[in-house]
Each structure stands twice: as C-alpha cells, then as structure tokens.
C-alpha cells in the first residue's frame, strides 16, 4: 500500500532545531550537535511522517530520539510534526540510514533502534535493496549497549520471516520476542501512520522485539 505524499511544512514554522542534512552532521559522532543534553538516544531508520517520533518523545521525556528518512518532503514534514510538538528530544536527519549507522554511530551508542514498514522491494532482483539487509543487522547489534532493543514491524510475512532468519544467523540478539497488538485508545494511538492504515484496512501487522545480551561482569 502505497504512503500519501505530506504537505509541504508552512515556511512560518522553524525547523533549524529539528531538520539536519546527515552530510552536514560532524564526525566525530556528538549527541550535542543534535540535542540540548546528553542522554539515552533511540533511532528510528524510516520515519515517515514522524508520528512515532512524536509520541515517543513525548512519551518518554528522559530519552533522546533521532529519526531518519531518505525522503526531504517526508524528513521535513517529520521535523514539522516535531516543532509543532516543541519536541526538545527528538530530531530528523535528511540521508541514508545504512550510511548514519556504517559511518557515524560509535558502538554502544543506542538504547534502542526501531524498523517500522521499510520498503519490501517485492520484485526478487530488487530485494538487494532491503534495508534489513546484512549490514545494517550487523551495526544494529554494535551500536546498541547491552539491553538494548531493536524493534521490526512489517506487514509483509515473507520480509518479516527473512529477516527474522537473517538476524538469527548474523547477530547475537536475543529474541524474537513477540508483540502483542493493543487497541487504539484514540484515532492516532498508533505506532506509525503506516500501522493506522493497515490495522483500520484489517490487513495484518508482524512485529518482533530483540535484545542485545548485557556485557558479562568482569571479575
């Protein structure tokens, strides 16, 4: 199912706080150049139109969350969502999600990383493209800190049962760990807008939960 095209943010709103080009973030990687302080940082690859963003930031006000998205219209209509939100601890980056975790995120740097709906490239020389592909479970796993979690949800069985497949035979993480699908409370409790849609279509919704196992103590 194909996602609606965003409006385009009104040029009143400010997003210098909350929209940033991936090629201009600095290396080495600083939270600071992104937020007001320090703290335990999710990243969302994909985010659309930043619902998830948004509530999780709200929800959750002692951590930092940081999304990114391919897409310009869909990154700045995220960023929009935040600055309308005053979101101090959540911001977009505009670029290649595979390049923020290959090229800038240090190890043991995330709390949590979360996948929602990627692109399933349904054509079989196109699944290449994935963006659940080897590599990207690879630095999953090196940038979380123990305990962390990486959180997948598709509405593609085959996507969500080859990765499946493929984190088990690439990665040290614990899982899957099965979700369990909760009522709506109000019209956009919801994780993305993606999941609003294909639950209110009746169609199904696969996710999983993995956990990065704890360092062992030292002795």
């Known amino acids: ?10 040029t009143s709103l400010d997003l210098s706080r909350h929209f940033h080009l ?5 290396t080495p990687w600083q939270q600071l150049a992104l937020f007001a302080r320090e703290a335990p940082l999710e990243v ?7 619902l998830f963003l948004a509530s999780a930031a709200a929800q959750t006000p002692e951590r930092n969350f ?7 219209k869909y990154a ?56 659940m592909n080897e590599g990207l479970i690879r630095d999953i796993q090196r940038t979380l800190v123990g305990g962390g979690t990486l959180h997948f949800w598709t509405d593609v069985e085959e996507y969500f049962q080859a990765t499946l497949e493929l984190i ?40 999983a939960q993995f956990v990065k196992p704890a360092a062992p103590a030292s002795t």
């Open 22 to 26: 991936l090629d201009a973030v600095s």
């Open 1 to 10: 199912m194909a996602r609606r095209a965003p409006r385009k943010p009104s």
């Open 66 to 72: 940081l999304g990114i998205e391919i897409g310009r």
């Open 76 to 131: 700045e209509a995220a960023a929009a969502r935040l600055a309308r939100a005053r979101a101090e601890n959540a911001a977009m980056l505009c670029g290649d999600g595979l390049r923020l975790f290959r090229e800038w995120l240090p190890g043991e740097s995330l709390a949590a990383v979360h996948v929602y709906f990627p692109d399933p490239w349904w054509k079989k020389r196109h699944k290449k493209r994935r963006v």
């Open 168 to 207: 088990s035979q690439v990665a040290n993480l614990s899982g899957p760990i099965a979700v369990e699908e909760r009522p709506a409370e109000h019209d956009l409790d919801y994780r993305t807008h993606f999941e609003r849609r294909m639950r209110l279509h009746g169609e199904p919704v696969y996710r």
């Open 44 to 50: 969302e690859v994909g985010s659309g139109k930043g």
